[in-house]
């Protein structure tokens, strides 16, 4: 399904739409690589990529930064010296939407790709 998901595009969100709830969240982060967590809250999801060397950890920060803007979906990363950690939430409807899972997946498209 992270296949299916990697496939899609991002929708415009500018609120006015429902959050996931958390059923929904759930049966879309299993469609995820392992990795990714959703907050205990419900209202994000993360993971956190590791690298040998602080060039990887922004090159693949870069190429996150390039899904965001051709998706139109900007996630919170945090860069250091071996890893880069991202979160995603659609702050427009103060939770989780197909978007955040959608990029999510394109992410873990792109870290088999860089591993």
């Known amino acids: 399904m992270s296949d299916d998901l990697a496939n899609r595009r991002c929708k415009p969100c500018e609120g006015g739409d429902e959050a996931l709830r958390a059923d929904q969240s759930a049966a879309l982060l299993k469609a995820l690589h392992g990795d990714w967590s959703l907050s205990d809250d419900g209202l994000e999801i993360s993971r956190t990529?590791?690298?040998?060397?602080?060039?990887?950890?922004?090159g693949f920060a870069n190429a996150v930064?390039?899904?965001a803007i051709v998706e139109g979906h900007h996630p919170v990363l945090t860069v250091?010296?071996?890893?880069?950690?991202?979160?995603?939430?659609?702050?427009?409807?103060?939770?989780?939407?197909?978007?955040?899972?959608?990029?999510?997946?394109?992410?873990?498209?792109?870290?088999v790709d860089t591993e």
């Open 49 to 58: 990529f590791e690298f040998p060397a602080y060039s990887r950890s922004l």
């Open 65 to 67: 930064a390039w899904i």
């Open 80 to 111: 250091r010296y071996g890893s880069c950690s991202v979160r995603y939430t659609t702050h427009a409807i103060d939770g989780l939407s197909d978007n955040d899972f959608i990029c999510a997946a394109k992410i873990d498209r792109l870290a």
